[in-house]
């Protein structure tokens, strides 16, 4: 039975030293994994909380007005609003500034003066 196939084998020590992996290949993957998510994830709430806010704020006005209804209103205008600027204006915007550097970065390549 020793010379079949066996599921699990024990490497050597020195198998293991030889074949290891390196410490900033996993902080690098670690890095990548979870910095975009953070990021993307506070850039969506400096969006979010102050239109929440602001929502809150102006429901109080809108109530005098419109009567009880309007938190309904107000808050789901304002979450038109989100939605319009993280959906619609902000990836256009992000194309116009990419669109901008590299007409920058084409300029200069094919620039004479620069080299």
């Avoid at 994830?41 to 969006?47: A, E, L, Q, Y």
């Avoid at 239109?51 to 209103?73: C, D, E, N």
């Amino acid at each position: 039975m020793e010379d079949g196939i066996s599921p699990y084998r024990l490497r050597t020590a020195r198998w293991c030293w030889e074949n290891r992996k390196r410490w900033f290949m996993q902080l690098r993957w670690a890095i990548l994994m979870f910095v975009p998510s953070w990021f993307l994830g506070t850039f969506i709430s400096s969006f979010v909380i102050p239109l929440h806010l602001f929502s809150k704020g102006t429901m109080h006005l809108f109530y005098r007005v419109l009567g009880p209804g309007a938190q309904i209103f107000v808050f789901s205008g304002t979450l038109v609003v989100e939605t319009a600027l993280l959906v619609l204006i902000l990836p256009a915007l992000a194309q116009i500034l990419a669109n901008r550097r590299r007409e920058k970065l084409r300029n200069y390549l094919t620039s004479e003066e620069a080299g």
